[in-house]
């Protein structure tokens, strides 16, 4: 995997044409709207897209869009195309994701075969709980309509295991036969529903591909069994039609800034698992010289502090404390992956910036950050730890500003000492609208 050399955004949301060059630390500055977080969005779904998207710690990217920050995913592709792509280029792959919306139809490539495979599949699962070797009772006129009653009507006179009992009747046509001559219009509405294919690619090979649907059977009469299949088809989140499982994304981001007792005494049960509690611990009470140990218990996490006679609960520390330590275990759950983060300076005062900062520039060289902020706090943190590190070389700040003429997002690159020297015009940058 290695690090990411090169990242390609087109018409992700509000971006039309962003190229990176990241270095191992990127972070990104920008008053408000200018496209910083769009391009953390970006970056985990390419990752995550291995994934479900999923990260490695769990986290649910879909979830977090659509439901938290209530993005519509139609409107994941810009307004003015029909297709948002994301490239990725590390170590060892190129590969691409590409998200696009259909009002209807297929793709005309080979992803059709695919998705119609796929399709067949859904269907003919949906028609297999009713398929019924026995005559049936009940024959509806309109069987687009009322089949469904039909269907129920005779479930509730027979069990499956019971069906020899059921008298034959002449001239009653087989259930099979009713359900066959659903087979098209229940294609057909998935075939002309509204819809995203989200597709990732290493060259020419499709690895992932996913579908969400939207408005499937419009304009259908309630409780007829292709409304009913419509509602069977939603998801909350894409479905795979092709994939590997559950590839591990080797990333994890933190877009929520809300930090519940359950989502710390999980991402603390994520860091003893994998076996980096010491050495995150051992990292934290080095920085901070009154802590001297956290334990997690049967009442949660205990803080326990220099000249305390007990230990504290987490909840009592504070929210910069519990803001930094939950950033910590977010990127002390990998040693070699991507960490997203946004504003991590979020709750924190200047003493704990500047040990966020000395956290990144420290951990595991595998580690490549991707950070937005509105802090000149953590910017000028983080340059002067680089300069005192001697590692300049590893920060780069991308300064994400509108164009005037188009209001396009449009970046540029800086590199540490660079940016070192600029920090009062970057700063200027960092709020406003």
């Keep these: 995997m290695g690090r990411i050399h090169e990242l390609k955004i087109r018409n992700y949301r509000g971006l039309v044409d962003v190229e990176i060059s990241p270095r191992r630390i990127n972070i990104l500055v920008g008053r408000n709207n200018s496209g910083k977080s769009s391009v953390l969005e970006a970056l985990a779904l390419h990752l995550c897209s291995r994934n479900g998207f999923l990260d490695s710690?769990?986290?649910?990217?879909?979830?977090?869009?659509?439901?938290?920050?209530?993005?519509?995913?139609?409107?994941?592709?810009?307004?003015?195309?029909?297709?948002?792509?994301?490239?990725?280029?590390?170590?060892?792959?190129?590969?691409?994701?590409?998200?696009?919306?259909?009002?209807?139809?297929?793709?005309?490539?080979?992803?059709?075969?695919?998705?119609?495979?796929?399709?067949?599949?859904?269907?003919?699962?949906?028609?297999?709980?009713?398929?019924?070797?026995?005559?049936?009772?009940?024959?509806?006129?309109?069987?687009?309509?009322?089949?469904?009653?039909?269907?129920?009507?005779?479930?509730?006179?027979?069990?499956?295991?019971?069906?020899?009992?059921?008298?034959?009747?002449?001239?009653?046509?087989?259930?099979?036969?009713?359900?066959?001559?659903m087979r098209a219009p229940l294609l057909s509405a998935l075939i002309e529903s509204e819809k995203m294919v989200l597709t990732r690619t290493e060259g020419e090979a499709v690895t992932d591909l996913y579908l969400h649907h939207r408005g499937i059977a419009k304009g259908e009469e309630r409780g007829s069994i292709v409304y009913r299949f419509a509602q069977e088809m939603r998801s909350p989140g894409p479905e795979s039609v092709r994939g590997e499982g559950q590839v591990d994304p080797k990333c994890v981001f933190e877009f929520d800034?809300?930090?519940?007792?359950?989502?710390?005494?999980?991402?603390?049960?994520?860091?003893?698992?994998?076996?980096?509690?010491?050495?995150?611990?051992?990292?934290?009470?080095?920085?901070?010289?009154?802590?001297?140990?956290?334990?997690?218990?049967?009442e949660g996490i205990q803080v326990f502090l220099e000249g305390q006679d007990g230990p504290l609960p987490l909840s009592s520390m504070g929210e910069g404390f519990i803001a930094l330590l939950?950033?910590?275990?977010?990127?002390?759950?990998?040693?070699?992956?991507?960490?997203?983060?946004?504003?991590?300076?979020?709750?924190?005062?200047?003493?704990?910036?500047?040990?966020?900062?000395?956290?990144?520039?420290?951990?595991?060289?595998?580690?490549?950050?991707?950070?937005?902020?509105?802090?000149?706090?953590?910017?000028?943190?983080?340059?002067?730890?680089?300069?005192?590190?001697?590692?300049?070389d590893d920060v780069l700040v991308l300064r994400l500003h509108k164009r005037l003429d188009t209001l396009n997002p449009d970046l540029e690159p800086m590199g540490g000492a660079e940016a070192l020297t600029a920090m009062r015009e970057i700063c200027l940058d960092l709020r406003g609208i």
């Design 326 to 392: 939950k950033t910590v275990f977010v990127s002390s759950l990998l040693d070699d992956g991507r960490v997203i983060i946004e504003e991590p300076e979020y709750a924190l005062h200047p003493g704990f910036v500047d040990l966020l900062s000395n956290h990144m520039l420290t951990s595991s060289p595998g580690l490549q950050y991707f950070v937005s902020t509105h802090s000149n706090d953590f910017v000028r943190s983080m340059l002067e730890a680089a300069d005192a590190m001697e590692c300049l």
């Design 57 to 181: 710690a769990g986290n649910d990217l879909w979830r977090c869009l659509t439901r938290q920050r209530h993005y519509d995913p139609r409107f994941f592709v810009n307004t003015a195309a029909d297709r948002a792509t994301v490239a990725v280029s590390d170590d060892t792959t190129k590969a691409s994701l590409v998200v696009e919306r259909y009002r209807a139809g297929t793709p005309d490539n080979g992803r059709a075969g695919l998705i119609m495979n796929y399709y067949r599949e859904r269907v003919e699962e949906y028609l297999g709980r009713f398929l019924l070797r026995t005559p049936v009772k009940y024959v509806a006129r309109d069987r687009g309509t009322t089949l469904l009653s039909v269907i129920d009507a005779y479930g509730r006179q027979t069990r499956l295991d019971e069906t020899d009992n059921v008298p034959d009747q002449e001239n009653e046509p087989d259930i099979n036969e009713v359900l066959d001559t």
């Design 257 to 298: 800034r809300s930090v519940s007792p359950v989502e710390m005494n999980r991402l603390h049960d994520l860091v003893v698992e994998r076996s980096r509690i010491q050495a995150t611990l051992g990292y934290l009470k080095q920085q901070i010289g009154y802590l001297t140990d956290i334990r997690k218990t049967d």
